[in-house]
């Protein structure tokens, strides 16, 4: 299923792609699904930076089928990610999510893990529902997941 065309942060093109719509998002950008403000979803982004970097802790919510297909859909399949999917509540900002503070900070901060998210040497902490990943996975997975919250904010 994978294709030369599949955007993952390995490329140094789509990186940059998602850095610039980020510079499109507001504090006051309004969601088209969900219910995380901008302010959240980019603390939720960093978040799910610091977890494969070994920053933070995520329980653990696995199975047969998460590691075995639902990875493999996620990551290869040629079609969006639905809406709506229930994160781990480390990840929830309403839950144990890191609090927003001040968006400038904030977006900083986002960027900063992203860098070293992206020039990271070595293996990644295990993904909470897909286990050990590889470093293609864990690229093609984070590009996935920036840009399903980039879009939900029309961004």
Known sequence: ???????????????DK??????QLRPNSQPRWG???AHQM????SDSLRAPLGEKHT????SLFKRAIL???????????PHGFKTRPEMDQDQGG??????ASDLMQFRNLFQRFCTHEGEFAPHAMWGQMSKPERLR???LHIDHHLRQFGV
């Not at 998602?18 to 510079?23: F, P, S, Y």
């Not at 329980?59 to 696995?62: C, N």
């Not at 890191?98 to 968006?103: G, H, K, L, N, S």
């Open 141 to 143: 997975y984070a590009y």
């Open 18 to 23: 998602l850095l610039e719509r980020l510079t």
């Open 1 to 15: 299923m994978r294709s030369k065309n599949m955007r993952t942060l390995q490329n140094a093109g789509d990186r």
């Open 42 to 45: 980019i603390c939720h982004l």
């Open 35 to 37: 219910k995380m403000s």
């Open 71 to 81: 990875k493999h859909l996620a990551l290869w399949a040629p079609i969006r990610w």
């Open 98 to 103: 890191t609090p927003p503070v001040e968006f």
């Open 59 to 62: 329980s653990p919510a696995t």
